[in-house]
């Protein structure tokens, strides 16, 4: 399969605890997308990387939350001291600056449930 | 008001029907518009993209887009059972490295 991929497919935790995701965009995109859904809504996005650079954050990635990608592939979302209301798909995307740029592809996502 | 606003449903339909589900939106600076499809516990997968106004048609799905009335369309002809999911519309401003504004969905099931 040469899709995006994300690990772990779920996480339940207790409040207070951090949490790590990660995602594996396509080989070749070089841009990947962080975006937060929850039950009955669309997604949100979070973050935007070009290679390995954070070019953008949305306000609603808190001080606990962090995303890296360090070397221009795959990418960790880490939430720190997670809260009931981090409970959500968490959903990566990537595309191919150069090609027709729009179209994100997206991963089956992360669901969190915190307790 | 949210930047983009979708019916959620639910809406029923017999297979064969055809269906519309639409968005509107209020930021006139949109320029680029999505429809991504969603299954259950899957990620949203892309169905059509449309730039600016105007119609565009990929098999039994057109996508229609109304820049002065800041509305969008999505028909899809002679449903089918396997079209039953969640359709979300996208919009974006620029067409490169940018997030997209989703609408909540609609979630539409075809009964056979």
């Known amino acids: 399969d040469t899709g995006v991929s994300q690990n772990p497919r779920h996480k339940i935790t207790k409040r207070g605890q951090n949490v790590t995701f990660r995602c594996d965009p396509i080989s070749e995109h070089n841009r990947l997308y962080w975006y937060r859904q929850t039950l009955g809504q669309g997604p949100e996005f979070l973050t935007y990387?070009?290679?390995?650079?954070?070019?953008?954050k949305s306000r609603l990635l808190s001080d606990r939350f962090s995303a890296e990608r360090p070397k221009g592939s795959f990418s960790t979302l880490e939430i720190q001291r997670t809260e009931q209301g981090d409970s959500a798909m968490y959903l990566c995307?990537?595309?191919?600056?150069?090609?027709?740029?729009?179209?994100?592809?997206f991963g089956p996502g992360t669901r969190l449930t915190v307790t | 008001q949210k930047e983009v606003e979708q019916d959620p449903g639910p809406l029923s339909v017999p297979e064969g029907a055809i269906v519309s589900l639409n968005c509107t939106y209020s930021?006139?600076?949109?320029?680029?518009f999505m429809w991504y499809r969603q299954y259950s516990r899957k990620g949203p997968e892309l169905l059509m993209y449309?730039?600016?106004?105007g119609n565009k048609e990929d098999g039994r799905f057109t996508a229609q887009v109304d820049k002065s009335s800041k509305y969008i369309s999505l028909f899809i002809r002679d449903s089918q059972p396997s079209d039953s999911a969640t359709y979300l519309c996208?919009?974006?401003?620029?067409?490169?490295?940018?997030?997209?504004?989703f609408g909540k969905g609609t979630t539409l099931s075809v009964s056979s």
């Open positions: 996208a919009m974006s401003a620029r067409q490169a490295g940018t997030a997209l504004i």
């Open positions: 995307a990537s595309s191919f600056s150069g090609g027709n740029d729009y179209e994100q592809y």
């Open positions: 930021n006139s600076a949109f320029q680029y």
């Open positions: 449309t730039y600016s106004s």
């Open positions: 990387f070009q290679n390995e650079a954070q070019l953008e």
